[in-house]
């Protein structure tokens, strides 16, 4: 098909350029990026609590004149001549007031702790964002391997064809020479039609796994050829570099429980506040001023809250406790991954040692069993047998390289949760 021959023809990709275009892409890096956007946001609103505040206020009254004789609401008795008082006292109908007031937060602990509990889940935000990141690397990883190693397969059976077809060949020249009977070359006809099979087979792996790849990253193309790997790594040297975003971002969620513990634990202690106002009114009353201000100093003591904070302290320790045995188990399950990793390219590298010794041997007994028969000596059957034998060997070859190479990324993913 066209879109096959187009799709094989495309660009090969390392996978440097396939992690870093799914990265750009990853809508689970949107999400994480929008959390570190909220977590910094909430730095700067914890920040802007600790900063003055000005308020202004206005207002248009109309209202009922009031008219108070103040002489008619003396008591009786009062050694006080009536004459003497200003007989009125009037409230405008009509009124315009304005006013301003500052607050400066002078002392707020539990402010203070919370700034810094902000920050802790900001960094927190970060860490948990670069372990996302990790899940898409493993992911984008996985499906390089896959096209890789079903190129490489389709390789491998593309030749396996070669072979049955020249061994075929090989067969009708000889029934036509009568060397063997025309019977014999059926189980060549055979091979050559079930080569012919596994390469239509291959084709459409490859289009699977091409369009895998291109789906997570956005690029047309295929994966580069593997890179074996030539040796297996120290397992202690491994265990001891061990650093990984997942893990960091554990330690993090524990310095952001403690950091909220103090928040919490912060609201037994006093607030001071300095507050200052002014206000205006116009038309003035007979009874006051137009203008006025005030400054002072509010103290906020908690004497009994019902034991509110008491458990709102406990509950946020219940937490620290629990980010605390997330983190060792991350811990754990790290050194256990690196672990099974390590054991497995171990026996992969291994295997793929005896696969290359298996492949030199069926060639040479292929080139053999062919020697022996342009002499006479030996048969179709032998030929077919060692020809057989070939192609599993090469499959087998295919797989073991493919599975190391996919060995030594995944023990680079569980070390430090990228490829080096």
């Known amino acids: ?165 020249r061994l075929l060949d090989k067969g009708h020249k000889l029934a036509e020479l009568g060397v063997v009977a025309d019977d014999q070359v059926l189980p060549f006809e055979r091979a050559e039609a079930t080569a012919r099979a596994n390469v239509a087979v291959a084709t459409e792996a490859v289009a699977t796994t091409d369009g895998v790849l291109q789906y997570l990253t956005g690029l047309s193309g295929s994966a580069d050829p593997i890179t074996v790997p030539s040796s297996v790594p120290d397992l202690q040297s491994e265990l001891s570099a061990i650093d990984r975003p997942d893990l960091r971002a554990a330690t993090q969620r524990t310095d952001a429980a403690t950091s909220l513990v103090a928040v919490q634990r912060n609201g037994l202690y006093p607030t001071l506040a300095l507050v200052g106002g002014i206000a205006a009114m116009t038309p003035v009353p007979d009874f006051g001023k137009g203008f006025t201000w005030r400054v002072g100093v509010n103290a906020t003591v908690p004497l009994f809250q019902g034991g509110v904070v008491g458990s709102k302290v406990d509950e946020a320790q219940a937490k620290v406790q629990q980010a605390q045995a997330g983190e060792r188990l991350a811990r754990q399950g790290a050194e256990l991954q690196v672990r099974l990793a390590h054991g497995t390219l171990s026996r992969a590298v291994a295997s793929l040692e005896e696969q290359q010794d298996a492949v030199r041997l069926a060639r040479a007994a292929v080139t053999a069993a062919e020697a022996r028969v342009d002499h006479g000596a030996g048969s179709l059957l032998q030929l077919q047998q060692a020809q057989l034998e070939q192609v599993a060997a090469e499959v087998a070859l295919s797989r073991a390289r493919a599975q190391a190479s996919r060995a030594s990324d995944a023990l680079q993913l569980v070390v430090h949760g990228s490829l080096r």
């Not at 098909?1 to 023809?9: F, K, N, P, V, Y």
């Not at 609590?49 to 103040?70: C, H, Y």
Request: hydrophobic share 50%.
């Open 1 to 165: 098909m066209l879109w096959l021959a187009l799709l094989g023809s495309a660009l090969a990709m390392s996978p440097k350029e396939a992690i870093d275009a799914a990265v750009a892409r990853a809508p689970m890096l949107d999400l994480s990026q929008a959390r570190v956007t909220e977590a910094e946001a909430a730095v700067r609103e914890v920040r802007g609590r600790m900063l003055p505040t000005v308020a202004l206020t206005g207002a248009a009254l109309a209202q009922t004149k009031v008219e108070v004789n103040i002489a008619d609401q003396l008591p009786a008795g009062l050694p006080i001549d009536p004459n003497s008082v200003e007989p009125l006292l009037v409230m405008p109908q009509y009124q315009l007031q304005g006013g301003a007031q500052v607050i400066a937060p002078l002392v707020v602990p539990q402010a203070w702790a919370g700034q810094k509990a902000a920050r802790e889940g900001a960094a927190l935000a970060h860490a948990q964002r670069d372990a996302d990141r990790t899940q898409v690397v493993q992911q984008t990883v996985d499906a390089w391997h896959a096209s890789a190693e079903a190129h490489t397969l389709l390789d491998d059976a593309k030749r396996a064809e070669g072979l049955a077809s």
